[in-house]
């Protein structure tokens, strides 16, 4: 494979430039889902949302429109902001729709809240 180098410098390193392109590409399917997950965690109040039920496991859309002082249509479209993207699950009793997070993406979800926690006692 012949790579055409951009860089002004010299001499590029061409191993370490087909190394890091190679680990990229087997990382793919990662950086796609880090990045669909921090798209939704950068609006606050779905992350206050994705923390909600962190902290409680299972919320409807009228305890977090409660606890976030906030309408229920307001949180009903951040809800399914999330939804659409994979991060939370839905199971319904009666009229009820109670929501949680998706376990596939608990374990970076943690590492973020962890954060949120830690700046809180640091501040």
Not at 2 to 28: F, P, V, W, Y
Not at 61 to 89: F, N, T, Y
């Amino acid at each position: 494979m012949r790579l055409e180098i951009n860089c002004t410098r010299g001499e590029a390193d061409h191993k370490q430039i087909l190394n890091c392109m190679s680990i990229l590409n087997t990382m793919e399917d990662n950086f796609e889902e880090i990045s669909k997950l921090l798209s939704i965690t950068g609006n606050q109040v779905r992350l206050k949302i994705l923390f909600l039920l962190d902290m409680e496991k299972e919320l409807c859309p009228c305890d977090i429109a409660d606890i976030l002082v906030m309408s229920v249509p307001a949180i009903s479209q951040h809800i399914r902001k999330i939804k659409d993207a994979g991060i939370i699950r839905s199971r319904r009793e009666g009229q009820t729709l109670y929501y949680s997070l998706n376990p596939d993406d608990t374990d970076i979800l943690k590492v973020i809240f962890n954060s949120i926690k830690l700046i809180r006692k640091t501040a």
